[in-house]
Each structure stands twice: as C-alpha cells, then as structure tokens.
C-alpha cells in the first residue's frame, strides 16, 4: 500500500479519537515498525499534522480538531477524482477490477462526502462499448512491456483475421476505444476498433526499433478513420445547426466563417464515412459546398433514404 493510503487510514483513525500508534499501522498494512515510525513522522514534520502521544492511552491524537489533510476537503479535487472514475466507467472500463477498486479507495481514503457528490454527478455517452476486461488487460500488459499481440479481429463486414500486430497506442475516441499497431500481415500502420478484438494474447518482445507512425497519422485528417489528407471539405450550416456548431471542435485545423444566415465549415478529411454522418446529423441545416464528390455521396444517401421510406 502507498504512503498516502496509510496516512489517509491513520488520520480517518485520529479524526474517530481512535488514538492509533505505530502498531495501528503494522497490523492493518502488515510492514515495518520503522515504516510505520517514518510515516508519523512525515505527518508531524512535513504535514505539520498537530499530533500529541497519549501515554495513557498508548496512541496519538490531534490537539486541534479542526486539522485536515491537504487536498481533503477541497470541493474541487472531489469532483475532478470522482469525474475520471465516471469516465471510465462511461468509456467501457467499469467493470475492470481495477476500477472497482479504485472508487472503492476514493471513497474510503478522500472524504466521506465523496458519494454524496458522484450522486449528483451524470456522464453519459451513447453508443459505448464494454470491453471484455481480460483482453483490455492483456492489450495493456503488451504496450507497456512492449510486446507483440496476436488478435483474432472481425471487421465491419464480418470477416475474421488473425493477425499478429506491434501495439502502439491505446485511443478512447466518442466512447469507443481503438488500438493503433503496425499489423505484420499488412505491413502498415492499422487502427484496430477494439470492441471487434474476440482474443488476444501476448508474444514475443518486439526485436529492433519501434515502427512509429508518423506523428500526423492520427490528427491530420477528421475523425477517427486517419491517414493523409484527401480533401477539405466545406459545409454550410444554418438555423439551430449553426448554433451549434460555431461553438464546437471537430479538428485543430478547421476554419469556420460567419455569414448572414449562418456559417461555412471547413476542415481536412481522408474518409468519407464519419464526415457523411456528421453531415446527416444536421438534416437540411446542413449543406456540401465542396468538394462535389462528397456533395454526391451525400444526396446518394439521402435518396437512398428515400426510397427506404417511400416503399
């Protein structure tokens, strides 16, 4: 166990007029006297905790009862340890043991107001995917220790593969979480969704120097589908649309331009299937300007849609 997890379960034991001592300490962390000495020590000398020695009551206890910890009753490191856990657990990692423990710790060790607060506290995206923890985990153990992976991958299209890849990154992007590796079966940098990950497991230490990818593979172009630029697309917005979205951010190089009955965005695109949601998204408040390709794909989705409806 950390430092701060002893001192937090010595100060909780001073704050009830427990008086704990040294031994408090050996038994319920199951380490050394001189550990447990040390850690007192660093309370009075570095914490400037108030402590006094009871020799009565064998134990120590606080002379100034309004004494905290730092941080513990700050409002705001409340709320921002109490937001990643409802992150995560909104990006598909709760049901990690890990995490489990972990809010279980900041409920004990922060401060009794923690669970009041995460329940006036609400993270919800749409469209998460759970990840089945053994795999996460064992994705984990391969980037860390920089290992190779064998993963056996079904794609969009229901068709499965066996490939053995070079992880490289772990990306969590609208709630769903992606690998990006150079696969050994294609020779190139691939993202790999990884909600379509069925097995993984661990291989070889990866022999010689990494095969990064370029630093502008992953934000060069919009959305999560990257590589190089094909195109810059540019759609107007209208109405309640452009409300929106003139306020927000779809990739560092946009440029969005105001005009009388609303504004034109601008940004860099390699694949036109993410950009073609965005677009639909907005219904007739949005319209392609450029390039005509894209301007085509889109009206070909929309009498697609047609005459889903009109049959």
């Not at 990840?131 to 220790?145: D, G, M, R, W």
């Amino acid at each position: 166990m950390s430092r701060l997890e002893r001192i937090y379960f010595f100060h909780q034991k001073l704050k009830s007029n427990r008086f704990p001592n040294a031994n408090s300490l050996t038994e319920e962390f199951e380490l050394s006297r001189a550990t447990a000495h040390r850690d007192i020590s660093y309370m009075r000398d570095r914490l400037l905790a108030p402590l006094a020695f009871d020799s009565s009551r064998k134990g120590f206890y606080y002379t100034e009862d309004s004494f905290t910890l730092p941080f513990e009753d700050s409002p705001r490191l409340l709320f921002l340890m109490g937001l990643l856990n409802k992150m995560a657990d909104e990006a598909g990692l709760g049901s990690l043991p890990e995490m489990k423990k972990l809010e279980k710790r900041l409920a004990e060790l922060i401060a009794p107001g923690y669970d009041q607060l995460m329940d006036n506290v609400l993270c919800q995206w749409i469209e998460v995917e759970t990840l089945a923890p053994s795999i996460f985990e064992t994705i984990i153990e391969a980037v860390l220790k920089k290992r190779e992976l064998t993963i056996e991958y079904c794609s969009a299209e229901a068709k499965k593969s066996t490939r053995s890849i070079e992880p490289q990154r772990l990306i969590n992007y609208q709630g769903r979480w992606y690998l990006l590796a150079y696969c050994l079966l294609r020779n190139d940098h691939r993202l790999f969704h990884m909600a379509r990950i069925e097995n993984a497991a661990t291989g070889n230490k990866r022999s010689g120097p990494p095969r990064q990818a370029k630093a502008s593979y992953l934000d060069e172009a919009f959305g999560i589908f990257t590589g190089k630029t094909r195109y810059h697309a540019e759609i107007a917005f209208t109405g309640t649309a452009a409300e929106l979205v003139r306020r927000q951010y779809w990739h560092e190089k946009q440029i969005i331009k105001e005009h009388n009955d609303g504004i034109t965005l601008s940004l860099p695109v390699n694949d036109d299937r993410e950009i073609i949601m965005k677009i639909l998204q907005y219904g007739s408040r949005a319209k392609v300007l450029a390039p005509e390709s894209l301007r085509n794909r889109v009206a070909e989705e929309i009498q697609e849609m047609t005459r889903h409806y009109q049959s």
